[in-house]
C-alpha cells in the first residue's frame, strides 16, 4: 500500500505518457486536436516503466529514453538492456500463448527463440539482483535524483525482498512474477477503459463530471495534487466504469484450478446442473471469467450493453464469485488494489487534460476484437482522437510564458 501511495512516481509518467500523446498533435491550425492514433501502446510503455521502477528502483524510460538514470558500474556484469525488455516480454508471452494453444503437442514448437527471450529477460532482472547483492543497503544511492526528487529512500520490491532473502535466483523469480503480473494487465485495462469511454459519450461525460467535481481541472506543470487515498473512495462512479470494462472484456478471460483432492462442488451435477457435482483429484477445472460476464441471467438480462449504472443501482451491487476478473480465494491478485487505484489515476487525469475522447476507430461500429496474448487487450488497438480541454490550452500557455520569463530572468 506504501508503494501505492507514491504518487508522485505515477505523476512522472503520466506526464511522459502526456509529451508522448503531444506528439500525435494536431498540424492543423486547430491544435486542440491530436491526429487519429493508437493509444494503446502507449499504456503498454507507461506500466512498464512505472512497474521497472517499482520493482527494481531504476525505470526503463520507453517513454523517454533520455530521462533514464546512468547504471552503475557493476565488474563482470554487461549493464541490462533497458531498450529491448519490453520486447522480449511481448515476443516470450506470444511464445507461451502459442504453446497454450498448442496444449499436449507444444513439444513441436522449436525453442530457440522462445529460449532466447527468456535468456534476454532474466540476464535483465539479474543485473539488478547482483547490484542489490553486491552493493547491499546502499543499493538505491544511484537513485537520489531520479525525476530531479530525492528519492532514495522509497519503496523498492527487489531491495526490500533482499532483506529476507539472498537468494539470486528467488529474487530474480520473484520480481519477474510480479513484472509480467502487472505490466501488461494494467495496461490492458487502461486501453479497454478508453475503448469503451470513447464509444459511449454519455459515459464519459459522466465520468469526467465526477472527476471534475473532485479534482478540478488539469493545471500544467503542477502537480496534481491528488491522494490516492481519495481515489479509490471518492470516485463512485469510477469504480462501476471500471467494474463495468474488467465484466465485458475481462483482462483475464480464463483461469483455471486443478483439485487437489477429491472435492464435491455445490452445483454443477444433476440433469439441470443444479445438483452437487464431484471432483476427482487431479481434474483441471477452467474457470471461464469472460462467459461469466455475459450470462443474461446474472447480469439484468442486458449483458451486452456496457453500462456501468448497474453497479450503482439498489445501493451497490455486491459481486461474488460471478465477478472473477481478479481471480477469487486464498491465490486471488496479489496486485488487485494496486491495478484499480493506478487505472483509476490515470483516467483521471486523462479526463482533466481532454474534454473529449473521440473514437476514431473504422468503421467506428466495427465489432468488439479480442486479443489474448496470455492478458486480453483490444485486438484493434485503441484508435482515438483527443481534444485538449480549452482551459488546459490556456493554463498550458500561461505556464510556458512564466517558464520562458524565469529562464529569461536567469540568463
Ligand atoms: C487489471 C489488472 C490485473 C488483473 C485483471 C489481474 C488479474 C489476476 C488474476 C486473474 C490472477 C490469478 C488469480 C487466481 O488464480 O485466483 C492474478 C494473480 C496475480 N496478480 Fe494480478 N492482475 C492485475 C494486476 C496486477 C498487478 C498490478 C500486480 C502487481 C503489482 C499483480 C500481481 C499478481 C500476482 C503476484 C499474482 C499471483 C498471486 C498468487 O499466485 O498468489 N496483478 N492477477
Not at 445438483?275 to 487431479?282: C, S
Not at 486523462?350 to 476507430?361: G, K, V
Not at 468503421?363 to 468488439?368: G, H
Amino acid at each position: 500500500m506504501d508503494q501505492i501511495n507514491d504518487l508522485d512516481l505515477y505523476e512522472r509518467h503520466v506526464q511522459a505518457l502526456f509529451a508522448a500523446i503531444d506528439r500525435h498533435q494536431n498540424d492543423s491550425s486547430d491544435e486542440q486536436w491530436t491526429r487519429v492514433f493508437d493509444l494503446q501502446p502507449l499504456f503498454y510503455n507507461m506500466s512498464l516503466d512505472v512497474m521497472s521502477e517499482m520493482l527494481y528502483g531504476y525505470s526503463v524510460h520507453s517513454q523517454n529514453p533520455s530521462e533514464r538514470v546512468e547504471l552503475p558500474e557493476l565488474t563482470g556484469h554487461e549493464p541490462p538492456d533497458r531498450e529491448n525488455i519490453g520486447m522480449h516480454m511481448d515476443a516470450g508471452k506470444a511464445w507461451i500463448e502459442t504453446r497454450g494453444a498448442l496444449w499436449k503437442y507444444r513439444w513441436l514448437l522449436p525453442v530457440k527463440q522462445f529460449n532466447e527471450h527468456c535468456a534476454a529477460i532474466h540476464k535483465y532482472a539479474e543485473w539488478f539482483v547482483q547490484l542489490r547483492l553486491t552493493r547491499g543497503g546502499e543499493y538505491l544511492d544511484g537513485l537520489q535524483h531520479q525525476g530531479g526528487q530525492p528519492h532514495g529512500d522509497r519503496y523498492v520490491l527487489l531491495n526490500e525482498l533482499a532483506k529476507v532473502t539472498q537468494d539470486p535466483v528467488e529474487l530474480r523469480s520473484q520480481t519477474l512474477n510480479v513484472l509480467s503480473a502487472g505490466r501488461d494487465t494494467t495496461a490492458a485495462l487502461l486501453g479497454w477503459i478508453v475503448y469503451f469511454l470513447a464509444r459511449h459519450p454519455k459515459v464519459q461525460l459522466k465520468l469526467r463530471y465526477e472527476v471534475l467535481i473532485r479534482f478540478g481541472p488539469y493545471v500544467s506543470g503542477q502537480p496534481s495534487g491528488i491522494e490516492f487515498k481519495k481515489v479509490r473512495d471518492s470516485l463512485p462512479y469510477m469504480n462501476a466504469v471500471i467494474n463495468e470494462t474488467l465484466r465485458m472484456a475481462p483482462v483475464v478471460p480464463l483461469n483455471d484450478r486443478i483439485s487437489l483432492r477429491d472435492t464435491v462442488l455445490p452445483r454443477g451435477g444433476g440433469d439441470d446442473r443444479t445438483e452437487p457435482i464431484l471432483v476427482p483429484k487431479g481434474t483441471q477445472i477452467l474457470i471461464p471469467t469472460y462467459a461469466l460476464g455475459q450470462r443474461p441471467d446474472l447480469w439484468d438480462f442486458d449483458p451486452d450493453e456496457f453500462r456501468p449504472e448497474r453497479w450503482m443501482e439498489d445501493g451497490k451491487r455486491k459481486f461474488g464469485f460471478e465477478f472473477v476478473p481478479f481471480g477469487g480465494g486464498l491465490r486471488q491478485c496479489l496486485g488487485q488494489q494496486l491495478a484499480r487505484i493506478k487505472s483509476a489515476y490515470v483516467i483521471t487525469r486523462i479526463l482533466q487534460r481532454y474534454d473529449t475522447i473521440e473514437n476514431a476507430e473504422s468503421p467506428p461500429d466495427a465489432p468488439i476484437r479480442f486479443h489474448h496474448t496470455i492478458e486480453n487487450r483490444s485486438g484493434s488497438g485503441v484508435q482515438v482522437k483527443l481534444r485538449k480541454a480549452k482551459w488546459t490550452l490556456q493554463l498550458q500557455r500561461r505556464w510556458e510564458a512564466k517558464n520562458e520569463q524565469q529562464r529569461l530572468e536567469i540568463h
